[in-house]
């Protein structure tokens, strides 16, 4: 996932959490910013997680977003010192943390905030070093405990892309076992209930296709010390693919590029399905076809129609759909959308595919979804399709 600011250049991976009933009864008792009876039936336990990315500083202002279709929303991204390794608060961030903090404080319902560290353009050297030693490990706990407390955040999110081989792999399970041990520490202490603690991670449990070999995710600190994973399951088909294909598909009978191949493997390498916060795109990804009267999935491309990145906002996709009297087509195997026009072609979700993946995340027993990112929908229409087809 990728908070820059440019419209046409948003992309981002993340996660979520999980709430016993007993957690929220604790923290119905300890915290004053606490739900008011009347508001129970928005009480996270009841319907799982709705979540979403909100990237600092986008045109929607947090004061703005509709509340009832969400119940966490993460602040992406803050970085952290390259060298120090402790959060780095910069100018921007002292401006637009108050603002996400205060703009959903007053909102009804209620959601959660988590303060989510990395995301897609962020170094990934910085993460490696800092998680080698004990020592750095601490340094960056606690600036991340003490940035949470100082801003008012109920939780804290790890947005790593990506540990690059099994050492990162095998530290990042360290992280995890320290950085609880600290937010369950720092609770007792000032008698708070703990920070919540996420991560966002690749679709699947090992990962694969980019980078060095492969590395397998710290399953067992993952199950053990997050609140929830975050499998972000998107970015599957790209322009840097040379055959037109989906962004997020549910199922691909031809490959392992399938939301349904990621989220199993997860649960096969032993992380419980109710720990398992399943990533939906609000944006899709283009390319400009080589011959427009070959129009397929599949079809030969010669690089992305839209940008060097070639995403392209759901919003922005029904304004092209609109303006290019697009051919829409939905494609039931994949459960994605693509549409085309002249040379240009699109793969994204739509409110029925997003639909149809959220009774797979329920039938799955998954704790929930969370969309990457909030501004990209068109007036609440697939996060308001999500939540009405989660139920809650
Ligand atoms: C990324 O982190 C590494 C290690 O801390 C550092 O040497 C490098 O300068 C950083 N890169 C950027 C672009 O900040
Ligand atoms: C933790 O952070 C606090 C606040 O920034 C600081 O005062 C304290 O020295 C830090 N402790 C360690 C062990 O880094
Ligand atoms: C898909 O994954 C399974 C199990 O992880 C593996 O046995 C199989 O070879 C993979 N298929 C492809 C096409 O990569």
Redesign the pocket.
């Known amino acids: 996932m990728d908070a820059s600011t440019t419209s046409y250049d948003k992309k981002m991976s993340l996660q979520t959490l999980i709430f016993t009933p007993l957690l929220v009864l604790f923290m119905s008792f300890h915290s004053h910013a606490l739900v008011q009876p009347s508001n129970w039936k928005y009480a996270p336990n009841k319907g799982g997680v709705r979540a979403a990315y909100w990237p600092s500083g986008d045109d929607l202002s947090p004061s703005s977003i509709d509340t009832k279709y969400f119940t966490h929303i993460y602040y992406a991204f803050i970085q952290q010192d390259?060298?120090l390794?402790h959060l780095s608060v910069t100018e921007f961030e002292k401006k637009w943390i108050p603002q996400f903090i205060n703009g959903l404080r007053h909102r009804y319902p209620p959601v959660k905030t988590l303060l989510s560290i990395g995301g897609g353009g962020s170094?990934?050297?910085?993460f490696?070093?800092?998680a080698t030693t004990k020592h750095t490990r601490q340094v960056f706990i606690n600036s991340t405990i003490h940035v949470a407390r100082q801003y008012g955040f109920d939780g804290l999110d790890l947005d790593w892309e990506f540990p690059e081989n099994e050492v990162d792999m095998s530290n990042l399970g360290v992280l995890f076992h320290e950085w609880r041990q600290a937010i369950t520490l720092e609770a007792h202490s000032c008698r708070k209930p703990p920070l919540l603690l996420t991560a966002a991670v690749y679709y699947a449990s090992t990962i694969k296709l980019i980078g060095n070999g492969p590395r397998t995710y710290p399953i067992q600190a993952i199950r053990d010390y997050l609140d929830w994973a975050s499998p972000m399951c998107f970015d599957y088909h790209g322009a840097w693919d040379k055959f037109t294909g989906f962004n997020a598909a549910l199922y691909d009978p031809n490959s392992n590029i399938s939301t349904k191949y990621g989220i199993g493997s997860w649960v096969e390498a032993g992380v419980p399905t109710h720990k398992l916060v399943m990533g939906f795109p609000l944006y899709g990804r283009t390319w400009r076809l080589k011959d427009p009267n070959v129009d397929g999935v599949g079809a030969e491309a010669v690089g992305a129609a839209t940008d060097t990145d070639g995403t392209l906002d759901y919003d922005e996709i029904l304004v092209f759909n609109k303006e290019n009297g697009a051919t829409v087509v939905y494609d039931d195997v994949a459960v994605s959308f693509y549409s085309y026009a002249g040379t240009t072609w699109i793969g994204y979700d739509d409110g029925p595919s997003i639909t149809k993946k959220v009774h797979f995340a329920r039938a799955s027993g998954l704790k929930g979804y969370f969309f990457w990112a909030l501004g990209k929908d068109k007036d609440w229409t697939i996060s308001r399709q999500a939540s009405n087809a989660w139920g809650h």
Do not use: G
Request: proline share 10%; glycine share 0%; net charge neutral.
């Open positions: 390259p060298q390794f170094n990934s050297t910085a490696s070093l800092m």
